[in-house]
């Protein structure tokens, strides 16, 4: 199995800053992508940011030039940087990897149990 854990969210005011970690631990072979998703009440779950084993990244359009997710692969750690927040920004965030456990070519998905960021106007 694999553990997924986030840290680091909170609450903060509008302008100011955040950074969330997550780190993945447990039967990993290799990780194929981790992310950042969020949902707000009574709304979906979105995704914020995305990166691949390809090092690419992918951003949800809402947080397109302020926020930053980063990874350490030796650590099996990805980071959010989240700047510029804003009130609409307030919603659990969710970590997820996908991950390779053996040789073959299947792949799983595991989440983290959420991390709170409010921002306050």
């Known amino acids: 199995q694999v553990q997924v854990v986030e840290s680091g969210g909170g609450l903060v005011q509008a302008g100011g800053s955040l950074r969330l970690s997550c780190a993945a631990s447990g039967v990993i072979f290799s990780i194929n992508a981790m992310g950042w998703y969020r949902q707000a009440p009574g709304k979906q779950r979105e995704l914020v940011a995305v990166?691949?084993?390809?090092?690419?990244?992918n951003y949800g359009d809402s947080v397109k030039g302020r926020f930053t997710i980063s990874r350490d692969n030796a650590k099996n750690t990805v980071y959010l940087q989240m700047n510029s927040l804003k009130p609409e920004d307030t919603a659990v965030y969710y970590c997820?990897?996908?991950?390779?456990?053996?040789?073959?070519?299947?792949?799983?998905?595991?989440w983290g149990q959420g991390t709170q960021v409010t921002v306050s106007s």
């Open positions: 990166s691949t084993s390809g090092h690419s990244t």
């Open positions: 997820k990897v996908v991950v390779r456990r053996d040789w073959s070519i299947n792949v799983y998905e595991y």
